[in-house]
Nanobody
Framework: QVQLVESGGGLVQPGGSLRVSCAAS????????MSWVRQAPGKGLEWVST????????YLTDSVKGRFTISRDNAQNTLYLQMNSLKPEDTALYYC????????????WGQGTQVTVSS
């Protein structure tokens, strides 16, 4: 069955960096757009980034442009989000999700990994 397992979250100081990963299994990873979506405490889901199957096209929400980079390793069935210059407002539970159908539509989600930016 389809599984998405995130890892790499943690506590980091403002201005610091962190890389979160998502290990995918149970489907042909290289055939799907993949996304990162986050949920800050007390707020709704916020789309962060999407990458196409080959990794040649990436999309980022405005608030993370210039700071975050999405990438993938299709040989390792793994999705990444490199986060630099982290801010307290980046604190959230970060989910990876498989895109189905149109942009912004997801059919499978991981359990999430917590990223906390605090001094």
């Amino acid at each position: 069955q389809v599984q998405l397992v995130e890892s790499g979250g943690g506590l980091v100081q403002p201005g610091g960096s962190l890389r979160v990963s998502c290990a995918a299994s149970g489907f042909t990873f290289s055939s799907y757009d993949m996304s990162w979506v986050r949920q800050a405490p007390g707020k709704g889901l916020e789309w962060v980034s999407t990458i196409n199957p080959r990794g040649s096209n990436t999309y980022l929400t405005d608030s993370v442009k210039g700071r975050f980079t999405i990438s993938r390793d299709n040989a390792q069935n793994t999705l990444y989000l490199q986060m630099n210059s982290l801010k307290p407002e980046d604190t959230a539970l970060y989910y990876c999700a498989r895109v189905s159908g149109g942009f912004g539509t997801y059919d499978y989600w991981g359990q999430g990994t917590q990223v906390t930016v605090s001094s």
